[in-house]
């Protein structure tokens, strides 16, 4: 399996190109709570999966990343698009550089679950330090969307085992609602799915793509939505 920290650090612009490749999300957010006029937080934004797309509506962005690499993409794309409510920076998602009640939204795209995941023996405090962050950066009656993956290349809900009592705990320990969506990826030709699917998921799932044409290649996603008063 390919090492997603080394992407995030050197391969930023490869991983754009790969997350560009599904919908954007602004319509399953918007169903929770809408944007317009919010000051948004995006914790764990990447190349700017969400705050790209939020950018318009809200009255303010700001996006925080653990990667300097991944952020400058998220700087270019708002910058190219003419946006000046926004503004980048490097965090750790345990100790937010925020102020306390300074956002309405709180967005977290596919980045919460590495701290999640029982391969970090320390998942369950980390998970605690992270819904506490949000809930102290969170207005009253703020809202926090967190969107994870449930199975890439599968057509129903198949959540990876590593994962799924970080997903229970979501709701059972801190009140998240839940429901799986689809949010396949869809490429330009088979080469290109077979390179980018073998840059970020591994060998495996790239044969599988070459073996069975697979230039949509399907993927399902699970968002988790709390308010807080």
């Known amino acids: 399996m390919p090492n997603h920290t080394e992407i995030y650090k050197h391969k930023a612009e490869t991983y754009y190109k790969l997350i560009s490749k599904q919908n954007n999300l602004v319509y399953t957010i918007e169903k929770i709570r809408p944007i317009k ?18 950018a318009e509506e809200a009255k303010s962005i700001i996006a925080l990343d653990a990667s300097q690499e991944m952020l400058n993409i998220t700087k270019k794309r708002l910058k190219k698009a003419g946006f000046t409510n926004w503004k980048t920076i490097v965090s750790d998602l345990r100790k937010l550089p925020l102020q306390d009640q300074s956002a ?20 369950e405090q980390d998970i605690y330090k992270v819904i ?24 129903s809900p198949a959540p990876p085992d590593f994962l799924k009592k970080y997903y229970t705990a979501l709701v059972d320990d801190y009140g998240f609602s839940h429901q799986c969506i ?14 980018l699917t073998r ?10 793509v070459v073996r069975e ?5 399907p993927e399902c996603a699970r968002f988790c939505g709390c308010k807080y008063n």
Not at 37 to 54: C, E, F, K, P, Q
């Open 132 to 155: 506490k962050e949000m809930k102290r950066v969170l207005r009253s009656n703020g809202t926090i969307i967190i969107f994870e993956t449930h199975g890439t290349g599968v057509t």
């Open 104 to 123: 309405d939204l709180v967005v977290a795209g596919w980045s919460i679950c590495y701290l999640g995941s029982e391969n970090n023996p320390y998942w």
């Open 37 to 54: 006029g919010l000051d948004i937080v995006d914790l764990g934004a990447g190349t700017g999966r969400l705050a790209s797309v939020l």
């Open 213 to 217: 044409n697979l230039v949509q290649l």
């Open 199 to 208: 840059f970020f998921f591994g060998n495996d799932l790239a044969d599988k």
């Open 182 to 195: 689809r949010l396949d990826y869809t490429f330009d030709h088979i080469n290109q799915a077979e390179e």
